[in-house]
């Protein structure tokens, strides 16, 4: 049987939801080795290159416009996409300061042009379709756990 081909990729956000998949590979490496691929991961493989994808796991909400065009990249080259982490459904936390006063938004307007960053933080469901989520910050092990076994059962 094809082994399951998966990505994670981070965009604005703490990288800690991607972190949870980590700790599952302490426990379930092993098994998942001889079922999954993984083509994209940044803390485990330094390759950039986006590949066709079964599943591409994205956490982070989107703050540029490189961020959304590589967004758009890896919608097209994978056959589902999943927001994976509050940031990625919803934007939150990292879209705190689209709600920030004038006065504020006012004062961190230097770092926004230094980050190149756009007015607003979004989350993935602005620029792509996302065909499932899981929520949390951090997503817990059992939901990530529960997700990738549902996909590999399909
Ligand atoms: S949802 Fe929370 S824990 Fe997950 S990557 Fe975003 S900020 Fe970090």
Request: proline share 3%.
């Amino acid at each position: 049987m094809a082994k399951l081909k998966i990505g994670f990729f981070s965009f604005t956000c703490c990288e800690g939801c991607t972190v949870v998949f980590l700790e599952i590979l302490n426990k379930k490496y092993k098994e998942y080795m001889k079922k999954i691929k993984i083509e994209n991961f940044r803390q485990l493989k330094t390759n950039e290159e986006i590949k066709s994808l079964d599943i591409a796991f994205v956490e982070g909400a989107i703050s540029t416009e490189s961020e959304i065009r590589k967004l758009k990249e890896i919608r097209k080259k994978s056959k589902k996409l999943i927001a994976l982490g509050s940031g990625a459904v919803n934007g939150y936390p990292s879209n705190q300061r689209n709600k920030f006063d004038k006065k504020k938004q006012k004062q961190i307007q230097p770092l926004i042009k230094t980050l190149h960053q756009n007015k607003t933080i979004e989350p993935l469901s602005k620029f792509v379709k996302v065909d499932d989520e899981i929520n949390g910050c951090p997503i817990s092990e059992q939901d990530l756990t529960a997700k990738i076994e549902g996909y590999l059962k399909k």
